[in-house]
């Protein structure tokens, strides 16, 4: 990679970690279009590889920041998770398998999905004394299974399937599903690399460079996130809106 690479990836990393500090989720899907079309990673797969291992350590951070504020239900994010997990490992062997161009335009699909599961109102109600029982792992288990093949072939972080889930399986709060859901972040980002790099399709300094990008990225969107009080949802709209345009422009990348 030449240095103008690595310095648009640090640049895209910034804006992810940006994205991902005020929105809470959703940015790290435009990690791998952006290491495709603006860095110059040549083979889809290197870019899935390499943004699944940025997302699983820029999900790190949050997690501890969550975890510090008490937020996580660590019983119930540690059976998704780890159920989640399989699944995580068996969607990135099949995705290897499957033809770099073809994989693009069924991500495509998957930005499209997360673009309009942001557009859909949220609903913060919940209870926030959660506690996991028989009834819940077995809930839990099979949506953590399913949810962690996805993230694993797209090798996304799947947050846009984990808060509903968690949601929908536990009757926890959105403030408390989206904490949790980063444990399942890194797992399955943390699997999905690991699965790639062992086959040796990893930038490593182009991940690298996504990561301190990141940093920076998510320092600066604390005040930003503050800011926007108030005027969250409108921002939010905007910012799917973005994700579904950028889903366009890769299904016509991979179809040109």
Same mark, same amino acid.
Request: proline share 4%.
């Given at each position: 990679?030449?240095?103008?690479?690595?310095?648009?990836? !640090? =640049?895209?990393?910034?804006?992810?970690?940006?994205?991902?500090?005020?929105?809470?989720?959703? #940015? %790290?899907?435009?990690?791998? *279009?952006l290491?495709?079309?603006?860095?110059?990673?040549?083979?889809?797969?290197?870019?899935?590889?390499?943004?699944a291992?940025?997302?699983?350590?820029?999900?790190?951070?949050?997690?501890?920041?969550?975890?510090? +504020?008490?937020?996580?239900?660590? /019983?119930?994010?540690?059976?998704?998770?780890?159920?989640?997990?399989? #699944?995580?490992?068996?969607? +990135?062997?099949?995705?290897?398998?499957?033809?770099?161009?073809?994989?693009?335009l069924?991500? +495509?699909? =998957?930005?499209?999905?997360? #673009?309009?599961?942001?557009?859909? *109102?949220?609903? =913060?109600?919940?209870? *926030?004394g959660?506690?996991?029982?028989?009834?819940?792992?077995?809930?839990?288990? /099979?949506?953590?299974?399913?949810v962690?093949?996805? !993230?694993?072939?797209?090798?996304?972080?799947?947050?846009?399937?984990?808060? /509903?889930?968690?949601?929908?399986?536990?009757g926890?709060?959105?403030?408390?599903a @989206? @904490?949790?859901?980063?444990? %399942?972040?890194?797992?399955?980002?943390?699997?999905?690399?690991?699965?790639?790099? !062992?086959?040796?399709?990893?930038?490593? *300094?182009?991940f690298?460079?996504?990561?301190?990008?990141?940093?920076?990225? @998510?320092?600066?969107?604390? /005040?930003? @996130? +503050?800011?926007?009080?108030?005027?969250?949802?409108?921002?939010?709209?905007?910012?799917?809106?973005?994700v579904?345009?950028?889903? =366009?422009?890769?299904?016509?990348?991979?179809?040109?």
């Amino acid at each position: 990679m030449e240095p103008l690479s690595l310095a648009l990836a !640090a =640049a895209g990393g910034a804006l992810i970690g940006l994205l991902l500090s005020v929105f809470g989720g959703g #940015g %790290s899907v435009l990690a791998t *279009p952006l290491l495709l079309y603006v860095v110059g990673v040549r083979d889809a797969h290197v870019a899935i590889g390499t943004s699944a291992a940025a997302v699983a350590v820029n999900a790190l951070v949050g997690l501890a920041a969550q975890a510090k +504020a008490g937020r996580v239900k660590w /019983p119930c994010a540690l059976v998704f998770g780890g159920a989640g997990l399989a #699944g995580s490992l068996a969607g +990135a062997q099949l995705a290897k398998m499957i033809d770099g161009q073809q994989l693009i335009l069924w991500f +495509a699909g =998957a930005m499209a999905l997360v #673009g309009l599961s942001m557009l859909a *109102p949220k609903r =913060a109600d919940g209870d *926030p004394g959660v506690r996991l029982t028989a009834a819940l792992t077995r809930r839990l288990a /099979p949506l953590g299974l399913g949810v962690g093949l996805a !993230a694993g072939f797209f090798g996304i972080g799947g947050g846009f399937l984990i808060v /509903p889930g968690l949601m929908a399986a536990t009757g926890m709060t959105l403030a408390n599903a @989206a @904490a949790s859901s980063l444990v %399942s972040v890194v797992l399955f980002g943390a699997a999905t690399s690991a699965s790639y790099a !062992a086959s040796g399709l990893v930038d490593w *300094p182009v991940f690298a460079a996504l990561v301190a990008g990141g940093a920076v990225g @998510a320092l600066a969107g604390g /005040p930003i @996130a +503050a800011r926007l009080v108030g005027r969250a949802d409108i921002a939010r709209r905007a910012f799917a809106l973005m994700v579904l345009a950028t889903a =366009a422009y890769v299904a016509w990348r991979s179809l040109g």
